[in-house]
C-alpha cells in the first residue's frame, strides 16, 4: 500500500457506490487489492452515471442511424448534417441531484457542461434549452429551488453569451424531493471539420486546457448514482462551482486550435473529472495512456492523487496533440489567459498510469476500465394497465370557460414570461422565435435556412402508461418541430427515472423506451445523443418517469417559418387530426377535476406523420397563416394560446353532436393541430385535406376581443391573459401557492 493511503474496507468499497460482488470483480481483473486511488477510478468509472450500468443492455434497441446522421450516440455529442457542408453538434443532459443540493451552482454547472459537449466537437454554441420540473408550489422548498435553478440557468447562459431559446417547466409533488434539471446546447460546425475523442499515435502529448483543478465536484458523479436521504444536504461539497467567463475563454481558445490543425483528440473533463476523459480518449483509440500529476495545474495546495484524479472542477479539457504544434498551442492558450500543461502521454501499453510525488498511483488496464463495467440485466415488471375512462362519465365541476380560465392560470399551463425573461434569449441576434411557441427557431448563420428547437415529456402519461408516454413524447417533439415549419431531423434523449433496482421502475424505463424507439423509427427521427439518470428518488419516493426529449429540425427558409398568434380577423380556423375526447391523465381531470388517473390517450404513430406531413406542407405553401400543436389541456386550451399570443379573439362553433362539452374542449387526443386560413384560401385547403384523406373540422373564425363559444357563453380575453400571466410572478412573489 502507498504510504498516506487509506486502508481498503468493506466500509470504504461501499462509500465508494461499489458493491461487495462489483469489488470482487476488480479484484479478479486486477490480481490484487486496488490502491486508494484506483478505488476511486473503479467507483468513477463503473458508477451508474458514467457506466450506464442498468440502462445499456436497453439503449441498445433504440434507432440512430439516417442519412443525415454523422455522429450517432457515444460521442462527446451528436452531429447531424442539414446541408451546405454545414453540421448540427447537439446533446441533453442532467444535473439533477447538484442542483437540488445547491441550485444556482448545480444550474450553472449543468449548462457549462453541455455546452462543453458541443465545442469539443468543433461546433460554436448557437443555443440552449432546457426541461424543468419541481415539486409542488406549497412545498417548502419550491419556490427557492425554481429561483436559484432559474438564476443559475441565466446567469452562466448570459455570461458565457449563447441565447436560451426554449424549454419547459412543470410542476408536480413527486418531484419535491428530487427535481430535474435537463440541459440542452446546439452547435454549428463544417460537417467535414468534426473533432472526436479517440486518441491516436503512440508518444503523442496530453494536454491540461482551461481551468486550474480544485477539490469541488469530488465524487460528483458517485452523487447522482445514488437515490438521496435525509442527509442530502450533507452532499453540498460534491457540487461543482461554474465561472462562464473562463468557459467563454476555452471555447476560443479551442476553436482556434482547431482550426490551426492542432488537435488530434479532444474530451470534455465532465463526470469523473480527468479520470474519465483520460481513459475514454486512450481506450477510444485502443492506446494506454500515462500521466503525471505533478504537471496539472492546481488551485488549492497539497492536493492529493485522489482529489485530482475525481475532482470536477469545471472548464477543463483534454486534449491529444500533434507533436510539431505544441508550441502553437501553447501560444494560443497563454493569450487567452488559460492553463496549458503536458500532463502526459500516449503508450502502447493499453495500460492506464497514474504517478504523483515519484509513486505509481494507479496501474489499470484501460480497456477494461471501461469494457468491463458491470453491466445488469435488472429484473423489471410491466406498469399495469388503466382503465380507459369515457368523458360522459366524467362529471364536469366548473362551466366550460370557467374551467378553461383556471387551467390557463394553472401552474403547469401558465405563462413561463418570468422564467424565460431571466435568459438572453436574442444574443447573437439569430433568435427568429423567441420562447412562448410551439419551438424555437434560430437563423443559421446568415440564412436563408433555420433550424427548429424544442424540449419535450409529458411525465404524467409515461407513469400512466411507459409505452404509450415513450411514443407520445417523442411525438410531441415531432409535432412542435412539424407547427413552426420545420422538417424534424433527430432527437437528444434524457432519460430520468427513479431506482432501477425497483423492478416496477426498471419497467417504467424499459416500457418508455420502446415506446421511444418505436415512435423514433415510425418517424424517421433518429437518437443521436443523450442522457440517463437514474435514483431520482429520496427515501424511497421517487419522480414521475420523465425522459424529456430534445428534437432538432430544419427550415429552408427561416423566414417561412409559422407561429402560433392569430393574425387577422375574420380567418377561418381548422382542426387538423381526429378527435374522440380522450380526457384519462389530462389536464383537465387532474387540475380541473382533482383527479389523476385512467389511461392516457394512444398515439397513432401513422396519423402523426400523415398529419404533420400535411401541416408541414401548408405551411410551406404559406396556406397556413397561424399554426399550434394540441397537448396539455387540450383543444380549448391551445386556443386560448393562439388568441393569447394575438390579442385577437375567436367566435366557435358548439362541441360537434355525440361529444359532451368537456371532453370536445379539454380531450388530449394525439396528431392534432389548430390552423387557420384566410377566407380566399379554404376552398383550395379543404379541397387538398379532403384528397390526401386528412380528417379536419372546421371550428370558428378569429376576431373580436373575446373567446365565444356558440352555447356556452364567452370569457374576455383580458381575463384569461391576467390569469394566465400572474401566477408565476405572484407565487414567486411569495403572494400565491
Known amino acids: 500500500m502507498i504510504s498516506n493511503e487509506p486502508k481498503i474496507t468493506p466500509d470504504l468499497v461501499a462509500a465508494h457506490g461499489l458493491t461487495p460482488d462489483e469489488y470482487q470483480r476488480i479484484l479478479d481483473l486486477i490480481g490484487r487489492e486496488p490502491t486508494f486511488t484506483e478505488l476511486g477510478i473503479f467507483s468513477a468509472m463503473w458508477n451508474e452515471h458514467c457506466s450506464y450500468k442498468s440502462s445499456r443492455k436497453h439503449l441498445r434497441g433504440l434507432p440512430t442511424k439516417a442519412p443525415w446522421v454523422i455522429q450517432g450516440p457515444g460521442e462527446n455529442a451528436g452531429v447531424i448534417d442539414i446541408g451546405d457542408g454545414q453540421a448540427v453538434v447537439f446533446k441533453m443532459e442532467s444535473h439533477n441531484h447538484p442542483s437540488y443540493i445547491e441550485p444556482y451552482q448545480g444550474a450553472t454547472t449543468g449548462v457549462g457542461g453541455i455546452l462543453r459537449d458541443v465545442f469539443t466537437m468543433g461546433a460554436r454554441p448557437i443555443a440552449c434549452l432546457n426541461a424543468l420540473s419541481f415539486g409542488d408550489p406549497g412545498h417548502p422548498k419550491t419556490r427557492h429551488l425554481v429561483s436559484g435553478v432559474v438564476a443559475g440557468v441565466g446567469g452562466y447562459g448570459n455570461s458565457f453569451g449563447v441565447p436560451t431559446v426554449g424549454g419547459q417547466t412543470r410542476f408536480h409533488t413527486r418531484y419535491d424531493g428530487n427535481i430535474l434539471v435537463n440541459a440542452m446546447a446546439v452547435g454549428l460546425a463544417q460537417a467535414d471539420k468534426i473533432f472526436y475523442a479517440a486518441a491516436s499515435g503512440v508518444n503523442m502529448p496530453i494536454v491540461y486546457l482551461g481551468s486550474k483543478t480544485g477539490r469541488d465536484g469530488i465524487h460528483g458523479a458517485t452523487m447522482a448514482s445514488a437515490e438521496f436521504d435525509d ?90 496533440l500533434k507533436p510539431e504544434k505544441e508550441a502553437e498551442a501553447e501560444a494560443i492558450f497563454r493569450k487567452w489567459g488559460l492553463d496549458f500543461a503536458v500532463v502526459g502521454h500516449t503508450t502502447s501499453s493499453c495500460r492506464f498510469v497514474v504517478k504523483h510525488g515519484g509513486d505509481v498511483m494507479a496501474d489499470l488496464p484501460i480497456k477494461e476500465l471501461g469494457d468491463e463495467a458491470p453491466l445488469y440485466d435488472r429484473p423489471w415488471v410491466e406498469s399495469p394497465k388503466l382503465p380507459v375512462l369515457h368523458a360522459r362519465g366524467i362529471k364536469p365541476p366548473l362551466s366550460t370557460l370557467e374551467a378553461l380560465h383556471k387551467l390557463i392560470g394553472s401552474p403547469d399551463l401558465c405563462s413561463k414570461r418570468w422564467v424565460w425573461e431571466q435568459y438572453d434569449h436574442v444574443i447573437l441576434g439569430n433568435t427568429v422565435q423567441r420562447p412562448g411557441g410551439d419551438a424555437a427557431v434560430v437563423r443559421v448563420e446568415d440564412g436563408p435556412k433555420g433550424l427548429a428547437l424544442t424540449v419535450d415529456v409529458t411525465p404524467r402519461y409515461c407513469e400512466a402508461d411507459p409505452f404509450e408516454g415513450g411514443k407520445q413524447a417523442v411525438a410531441e417533439a415531432w409535432r412542435n418541430i412539424t407547427a413552426v415549419g420545420g422538417r424534424p431531423l433527430a432527437i437528444t434523449d434524457n432519460l430520468n427515472f427513479g431506482n432501477p433496482e425497483r423492478p416496477e421502475i426498471m419497467g417504467q424505463f424499459v416500457g418508455c423506451l420502446r415506446g421511444i424507439s418505436e415512435a423514433c423509427t415510425a418517424l424517421d427521427f433518429p437518437v443521436v445523443s443523450g442522457n440517463v439518470s437514474l435514483y431520482n ?21 427561416f423566414t417561412k417559418s409559422a407561429t402560433l398568434a392569430f393574425k387577422a380577423a375574420g380567418e377561418v380556423i381548422l382542426l387538423i387530426g381526429d378527435s374522440h375526447g380522450w380526457l384519462g391523465q389530462s389536464m383537465y381531470l387532474r387540475d380541473v377535476c382533482g383527479r389523476e388517473e385512467g389511461a392516457p390517450p394512444p398515439v397513432d404513430l401513422d396519423s402523426e406523420k400523415r398529419n404533420g406531413d400535411v401541416v408541414r406542407g401548408m405551411i410551406h405553401s404559406g396556406t397556413a397563416s397561424a399554426v399550434h400543436d394540441i397537448s396539455d389541456g387540450g383543444l380549448l386550451v391551445a386556443l ?30 394525439q396528431a392534432r393541430y389548430i390552423v387557420t386560413v384566410p377566407g380566399s384560401e379554404l376552398l383550395g385547403v379543404l379541397t387538398k385535406l379532403k384528397a390526401v384523406e386528412v380528417p379536419f373540422t372546421q371550428i370558428g373564425v378569429t376576431g373580436g376581443g373575446e373567446l365565444v363559444i356558440d352555447g356556452e357563453g364567452c370569457i374576455a380575453l383580458e381575463r384569461l391573459e391576467h390569469a394566465f400571466e400572474s401566477w408565476l410572478p405572484d407565487y414567486m412573489a411569495g403572494k400565491a401557492s
Open 231 to 320: 442527509a442530502s444536504e450533507e452532499k453540498r461539497p460534491t457540487v461543482q462551482v461554474g465561472d462562464p467567463f473562463a468557459e467563454k475563454l476555452l471555447l476560443e481558445a479551442c476553436l482556434e486550435i482547431m482550426a490551426k490543425g492542432c488537435v488530434v483528440a479532444i474530451q470534455d473533463m465532465g463526470a469523473a473529472g480527468l479520470t474519465c476523459s483520460a481513459v475514454e480518449m486512450g481506450a477510444k483509440g485502443d492506446l494506454g495512456v500515462d500521466l503525471d500529476l505533478n504537471a496539472v495545474p492546481t488551485r488549492e495546495v497539497g492536493m492529493s492523487a485522489y482529489e485530482m484524479m475525481l475532482s470536477e472542477s469545471q472548464e477543463r479539457m483534454l486534449m491529444v
Open 537 to 557: 428518488e429520496t427515501n424511497g419516493r421517487g419522480i414521475l418517469p420523465t425522459p424529456s426529449i430534445g428534437g432538432v429540425g430544419v427550415l429552408p427558409d
Open 640 to 669: 386560448a394560446e393562439m388568441a393569447m399570443a394575438s390579442h385577437i379573439g375567436a367566435v366557435l362553433d358548439r362541441a360537434p353532436e355525440g361529444f359532451v362539452p368537456h371532453g370536445w374542449w379539454f380531450g388530449e387526443d
